[in-house]
């Protein structure tokens, strides 16, 4: 029997267990929200042990859904990136909650790193990434100072520290496999984007000790095995890549100057460029794409940190709507935006930004104003941030896509999907299954068992496709308005930090 893959999606609101077939069609689709904590403002934390029940219960539902274990042949893992656990190594015990990708906690040090003259350069030379709290690097420090007695039961060894795929891989593994691929490590801060390996120079720079980091391997392969008492049988586990990298290839996008942008609670853009690193002047990241199968694609990155969660705020923070859905009935019962621009800085601003002081605003407002105008300049938002992502991509000489491809929940939205071909001028696709990071860790999973000699798939089904149809003078009218909206809270979030002084 064993024919079928068994994906692991753990994200930054749910964990998702899918059982795919060879055909590339979800057989079982399990879930369970996550969920967040906030014990600061800036601060996000996940339970990690909370994830590892989540991830058990959902695989064993299943698992059970297509006849039980005899039918998965492999696992993929697939995950939130930049997200951080340390744990003991002997107890598999996490010391502490996991720090979140979108936390802010870890700023100062980071811009203490920053004020150091060419320092900022030398990180990007040599991880493709820029010094910002997103990354992992300051959160494994923060945990090891904050912890008490880390640093030094991490300097004897008893300790790990790694990202959400390598704590689930300790666990499935009963302890066996410490272990990350190149994808997830590239988000680290601590990874060399050339040879793929931890750079002494920068753990020394993070003060992260070697002794506590997992072992890099490529996105396809063995990654371990899991307990056979978990599932009622042990499975290899053989596919392992980022969410967004898993995207990428859940939407074939293999080849140079495909493009794909994943609308989940951030989003996130990934450019495929080739088999060589590049290096952004315009505050992107370069970063790996995938590495399977003895290839390796290297990619360029603008991550947004606020789309699906803009969503969430206007739904259960400002009580806009009553449902997600209802974003875009409002918005198309509107002649045009009013003027108005909400620029979603709830936890920063990311790329082509980088302004983790940022804050949200509303700007434009008068008494015309309805809440159904605030609604539509949250989704207009999402487009405004990708227009500023592709103009980035583009000034940094890489071609311009010839179709974004689109996935996530908000891509749900045929208003929000229009608005994008039009603001973009950029022709948009979305497939029919919206499940393109479990997808390509299915996909990686297959590779690395055997299953599958490439991993170039044709779509099962044909995408959904919205063309550009705004003129250009309503484009440029519309973008010149949010460019003012984000230097407006650009000015007010420098005002509000103290300079920092170089050390």
């Not at 795929?165 to 300790?170: A, E, K, Y």
Request: hydrophobic letters at 45%; a negative charge.
């Amino acid at each position: 029997m064993q024919r079928m893959i068994l994906a692991i999606d753990q994200g930054t609101t749910s964990t998702r267990a899918i059982v795919f077939d060879l055909d590339w069609r979800p057989r079982a689709v399990k879930q369970i929200p996550l969920k967040q904590h906030f014990p600061h403002p800036g601060w996000v934390e996940h339970d990690a042990e909370e994830i590892w029940r989540a991830t058990l219960q959902t695989c064993r539902e299943a698992i059970a859904e297509v006849g039980g274990a005899a039918a998965i042949a492999a696992v993929g893992v697939t995950n939130q990136r930049e997200t951080t656990v340390l744990w003991e190594r002997a107890t598999g015990h996490a010391l502490h909650k996991a720090i979140v990708w979108q936390d802010r906690r870890t700023a100062e040090a980071c811009d203490r790193l920053r004020a150091r003259d060419g320092l900022e350069a030398k990180v990007q030379h040599e991880t493709g990434l820029v010094l910002d709290p997103y990354f992992s690097a300051s959160k494994i420090a923060w945990l090891l100072d904050r912890v008490e007695g880390a640093r030094e039961r991490a300097v004897r060894g008893e300790l790990c520290a790694g990202t959400i795929d390598c704590w689930l891989m300790f666990k499935l593994t009963g302890g066996r496999s410490h272990v990350t691929d190149v994808t997830n490590a590239s988000r680290t801060s601590l990874l060399g984007i050339e040879d793929l390996a931890w750079r002494p120079d920068l753990l020394e720079l993070f003060d992260v000790p070697a002794s506590v980091l997992p072992s890099v391997l490529p996105c396809a392969g063995e990654f371990g095995v899991t307990e056979a008492g978990l599932f009622g049988r042990a499975f290899p586990i053989t596919g392992v890549a980022g969410d967004q990298q898993a995207a990428l290839v859940g939407h074939a996008a293999l080849a140079p100057g495909e493009t794909k942008i994943t609308y989940g609670t951030g989003a996130f853009l990934v450019a495929n460029v080739g088999d060589h690193p590049a290096w952004s002047k315009n505050k992107l990241l370069g970063t790996v794409g995938f590495q399977a199968g003895g290839r390796t694609a290297y990619a360029l990155e603008g991550s947004i940190f606020s789309a699906g969660s803009t969503v969430q705020w206007l739904r259960d923070g400002l009580e806009a709507i009553g449902a997600s859905r209802e974003s875009e009935a409002l918005a198309q019962g509107l002649p045009d935006n009013g003027g108005v621009y909400l620029v979603p800085g709830f936890t920063g601003l990311g790329a082509p930004w980088w302004a983790a002081e940022a804050r949200g605003a509303i700007l434009g407002m008068t008494r015309d104003t309805t809440k159904a105008h605030v609604v539509r300049a949250g989704l207009e938002a999402m487009a405004y941030q990708t227009a500023d992502l592709l103009d980035a991509l583009a000034a940094d000489g890489a071609p311009a896509p010839p179709v974004l491809k689109v996935d996530g929940g908000v891509t749900a939205n045929g208003w929000a999907m229009q608005f994008l071909a039009d603001v973009c001028r950029t022709p948009v696709e979305r497939p029919s299954f919206q499940e393109m990071t479990a997808l390509g860790a299915a996909r990686l999973a297959a590779l690395g068992v055997g299953l599958i000699d490439s991993l170039d798939v044709e779509a099962v089904e044909t995408p959904t496709r919205w063309e550009p149809r705004m003129s250009d003078k309503e484009r440029d009218r519309l973008l010149s308005g949010w460019k003012g909206a984000v230097a407006g809270v650009l000015a007010m979030a420098r005002r509000a930090s103290p300079p920092t002084s170089k050390c």
